[in-house]
């Protein structure tokens, strides 16, 4: 299993970012996929879930109205559409699954939110 995250960068408050997460090496289309993020001294935060068909979305309180989970099966490939973002959505955003019962972690990409 592979997992490798795109998009991350610098950004003004208010802006957006669209990440992408590039999945391989399993049935991508049967698992859900979540975005977690992990701010300097802090705990890592789950961010976002996607179901394996993409029906299903679940969102932390702190982002939902702002940031949008998608995905591509056919593209084995996971989004995170981020809008307005603020300077505390400054994080490492790690692509994440769960196959067999084992846990997947992508590298990670930042995000920094700052004027």
């Known amino acids: 299993v592979q997992l490798v995250e795109s998009g991350g960068g610098l950004v003004q408050p208010g802006g957006s970012l669209r990440l992408s997460c590039a999945a391989s090496g399993f049935t991508f289309s049967r698992h859900a996929m979540s975005w977690y993020r992990q701010a300097p001294g802090k705990e890592r935060e789950l961010v976002a879930t996607?179901?394996?068909?993409?029906?299903?979305?679940n969102y932390a309180d702190s982002v939902k109205g702002r940031f949008t989970i998608s995905r591509d099966n056919a593209k084995m490939t996971v989004y995170l559409q981020m809008n307005s973002l603020k300077p505390e959505d400054t994080a490492m955003y790690y692509c994440?699954?769960?196959?067999?019962?084992?846990?997947?972690w992508g590298r990670g990409t930042q995000v920094t939110v700052s004027s």
């Open positions: 994440y699954c769960q196959v067999i019962l084992r846990k997947y």
């Open positions: 996607i179901s394996s068909g993409g029906i299903s979305t």
